[in-house]
Structures are given as C-alpha cells and as structure tokens.
C-alpha cells in the first residue's frame, strides 16, 4: 500500500509537470525548454544505463557518454537536428576507440556494441520527441496518454487479477491479464482524442490500432529493460522517482513506443 502511494503521488506531481512543460514549448516557441527537459532525463537515464553496464563488466567512457546524451537531445530537439547526427557518428567512432585500446579486441568489440547501442537507445529514441511534437502538441499529448494508460492499466489490472505469469525468467511481476488491462487502457488513451481530430468515425479505426500496437511496443519496452536489469542483478535502475523506481525505468516504454507512434503517423495516416 505505501507502494502504492508513492506511485500515484509521483504520477500526479509528473505528469501535469511534463504536459505543462510540452505545451509552454509548442505554444510559446521555447524549443530550448523542451530541449533542457528531454536533456536532463536523458542525463539521468545515460547515468543509469552506464550503472547497468557497470554490473555487467561493461565499462563505457563516462565523461564522454555524459556528455553527449544530452548534447546529442539538445541539438536534435532545440536545434531542428541540426549538427545532432554528426554529433552522435562522432561519439561513437570515439566509443570504439576508447573501448578497443582500453579493452583488447575482444572485449572492445562487447563494450563499443554496448556503447554504439546506448547512443542509439536513449538519447536517439527520445529525439523521436522533437519529430512527434512537430505536428503540435496535442500529438505529443496523445502519445504520452497512450503510454501512461498501458503502464497504468497493466500495473492496476495485474496487481487485481493477474494470474498467468507472461515471461517469468524475465520479470515474475508481468502477466498477461496485465498486457490486456494495458492494451484496453492504452486504447482508451488514443480515444481520448479522437474527437479533437473533427470526424470521430472517420479516425476510430486507427486510434483503436494505434493504441493496441504502440501499447505492445510498451511492453516490449518494458520487458527488455526488465531483462537488462536481470542480466546486471538489480531491481531498479534508481531511486529517484519513489514508488517507479530510476528515470529509466519510467521511460522505457516510451523509448521503445516512440518510433512507432511517430512513423505509424507520418506514413500511414501522413498526419505529420
């Protein structure tokens, strides 16, 4: 129960903070704020994954990997993107270096996968955000209710009657009464909006597979970091949000959702 608390009390002073955050940057032009924002939890999260790392005897350049994360964020999302690829190549081409001549071949190669991968991972996937809110706002919005309804519906419908465990050598907690209360919530998510769009009928069909297939990208988000954490024999990347654990693991359903909302938008419905 006092879990429980943490949990709904950390959700209720972050998500009017991050949604406040969004709109003041697409309604006011402060693209930098949302750039500062994204760059902090990006920072934390590379923090975390380094931590991660760590455990698995997979030591990365620090002071490079930190800061690049939010150097790379900050050009993608502040900057239109300018500089950001050339920034990221640059990164890991100095990945592979360090981890080459400070680890031999064989274990270079391992650490400069793990290096070249967390690049790719989070401040790549979280710059994803800048390409969603450049519709607006309220796609932005959308996203992130289609995400907080999976993890809410999967954490309050498999803690009330979940039975059937889903993957139990990766997570013991996950079951698939869960992934349906998710998938339902997620949906709910997308139909939040739908009216928003003008012709609800017209758009139903698609938010209902919009919230089902971003939905199961939440979870597959969830289950790998869950296997990370497994590999390296820790519960949670961090303490800093109580009752949710590290910056990573809040946002890893995010990551991995955030590339499929914005391409299943961009070409399928070709909205942004």
Not at 15 to 20: G, K, R
Not at 30 to 37: M, R
Not at 222 to 240: I, P, Q, Y
Request: one cysteine or more; proline letters at 4%; glycine letters at 12%.
């Amino acid at each position: 129960m006092r879990g429980l608390r943490f949990r709904l009390l950390t959700a209720v002073v972050a998500i009017p903070t991050v949604l406040a955050i969004f709109w003041l940057a697409d309604s006011y032009g402060l693209d930098w704020l949302a750039g500062l924002f994204l760059s902090g939890v990006g920072l934390i999260a590379a923090w975390e994954y380094l931590y991660l790392m760590d455990r698995l005897g997979i030591p990365l350049p620090k002071e490079l990997f930190l800061t690049s994360t939010p150097l790379f964020i900050m050009l993608a999302v502040a900057w239109d993107g300018r500089y950001a690829l050339v920034v990221g190549w640059g990164v890991a081409y100095l990945i592979v270096l360090y981890s080459f001549f400070r680890r031999g071949p064989k274990e270079g190669f391992f650490a400069s996968l793990a290096g070249i991968f967390g690049l790719l991972y989070i401040p790549g996937l979280l710059s994803f955000v800048y390409l969603v809110q450049r519709g607006g706002f309220f796609y932005l919005m959308q996203l992130l209710l289609i995400v907080w309804g999976y993890d809410s519906g999967a954490y309050f419908v498999g803690s009330a009657i979940g039975r059937r465990q889903l993957l139990p050598r990766i997570s013991l907690n996950k079951t698939w009464e869960g992934v349906g209360g998710g998938l339902l919530f997620a949906v709910v998510g997308a139909l939040v909006c739908v009216p928003w769009w003008g012709d609800f009928l017209r758009w139903l069909p698609h938010m209902v597979i919009l919230g089902v297939v971003v939905g199961a990208f939440v979870q597959l988000g969830d289950l790998f970091e869950s296997l990370l954490k497994r590999a390296a024999d820790v519960k949670d990347t961090g303490r800093l949000l109580p009752g949710h654990g590290g910056i990573l693991d809040r946002i890893d359903g995010l990551l991995a959702a955030l590339p499929i909302y914005f391409f299943y938008l961009h070409f399928i419905l070709g909205l942004i």
